[in-house]
Nanobody, 123 residues
Framework: QVQLVESGGGLVHPGGSLRLSCVAS????????MAWFRQAPGQEREIVAG????????YYADSIKGRFTISRDDAENTVYLQMNSLKPEDTAVYYC????????????????WGQGTQVTVSS
């Protein structure tokens, strides 16, 4: 099993920025697709962005398109989520997830999850 550890969450004002990091360990990573999901209180967990480890294909949810950017550092086995122009509705626990090869939007298709990091956007 691949271990995933997220960091970088915190409290920001509307319009601010945060950069989340997800470090993967305990396996090989060239065949993995990585994704960021988020879950607000009382809401379903939903995909925010995804990226293939080797090929660089990306996916973005419509709600964050143009504001968030997913990227990776293959040498450090790390995936990032740069979040700009943050809105209160972005407040959620953000999770890093991994699965073989392709990005999927269904949470049931991911077999590796991080512990989550809290992002709060509030004035």
């Amino acid at each position: 099993q691949v271990q995933l550890v997220e960091s970088g969450g915190g409290l920001v004002h509307p319009g601010g920025s945060l950069r989340l990091s997800c470090v993967a360990s305990g396996g090989t990573f060239s065949n993995l697709a990585m994704a960021w999901f988020r879950q607000a209180p009382g809401q379903e967990r939903e995909i925010v962005a995804g990226i293939t480890w080797a090929g660089g294909r990306t996916y973005y949810a419509d709600s964050i398109k143009g504001r968030f950017t997913i990227s990776r550092d293959d040498a450090e086995n790390t995936v990032y989520l740069q979040m700009n122009s943050l809105k209160p509705e972005d407040t959620a626990v953000y999770y890093c997830a991994a699965r073989p090869y392709t990005i999927q939007i269904d949470i049931r298709q991911y077999n590796n999850w991080g512990q989550g990091t809290q992002v709060t956007v509030s004035s």
